[in-house]
Structure formats: structure tokens, C-alpha cells
């Protein structure tokens, strides 16, 4: 085989590894987009993670085991609580408002 051939057949294998990438990117980013789940947010990642560890993590978030999936629940409690206290303050001052009409 004569070198330039070699460094051909490289790089036409290393185009079809982005390529491969590529697709593989835009087909997570779709299902990001309609599924919005933080499991799937995760997996973006360099490429030198492989595809299998990218999915377990992405399992693990989605079971609620990993890393990230912590701090999303963190940030979840936090919001809900927040909302419930607000509740709590708008549902005293309409009880205020009503006493104080009669």
C-alpha cells in the first residue's frame, strides 16, 4: 500500500467516525428537545467517554442514582418548597383580607 493511500483510508475512517458522531449527537439532542429529561441532558460529553459508559451514566440519572441526578433532585426539592411557600403566604393574606372585610 502506497502512503498517501494509507493516510486516505485514515482519514476517510476518521470523517466516518465524526460522521458517526455527528448523527449520533443530533439523534440525542431530538430526543433531548422532546423529552427535556436530565438523563439525557447529561450524556453530552467529550468523546472520549464511551458510548457504553455514557450509557449507564445516563441510567443511573435517570434512575435517580448518579451524580447529576442528585443535584436535579436537590433542585427540584428546593423549588418545590420554595412554591409551597408561596402558597402557604398568598393563602394568609387572602385568610387576612377576608377577616378583615367582615
Known amino acids: 500500500m502506497t502512503p498517501w493511500n494509507h493516510a486516505n483510508k485514515i482519514k ?9 458522531k455527528r448523527d449520533l449527537r443530533q439523534h ?3 430526543r ?4 427535556k429529561s436530565p438523563a439525557l441532558r447529561i450524556i453530552r460529553m467529550h468523546f472520549r467517554t464511551s458510548t457504553a459508559m455514557k450509557k449507564t ?3 443511573e440519572n435517570y434512575n435517580g442514582i448518579g451524580n447529576y441526578a442528585n443535584k436535579v433532585e436537590f433542585r427540584r426539592d428546593r423549588e418545590l418548597r420554595q412554591h ?15 377577616t378583615r372585610m367582615t
Not at 476517510?12 to 458517526?20: D, K, T
Not at 409551597?84 to 377576608?98: A, D, G
Open 32 to 35: 433531548t428537545r422532546q423529552k
Open 28 to 30: 440525542r439532542e431530538l
Open 84 to 98: 409551597q411557600e408561596l402558597r402557604m403566604r398568598h393563602r394568609t393574606s387572602v385568610v387576612l383580607k377576608m
Open 57 to 59: 451514566i445516563a441510567k
Open 12 to 20: 476517510l475512517r476518521q470523517h466516518r467516525e465524526f460522521e458517526w
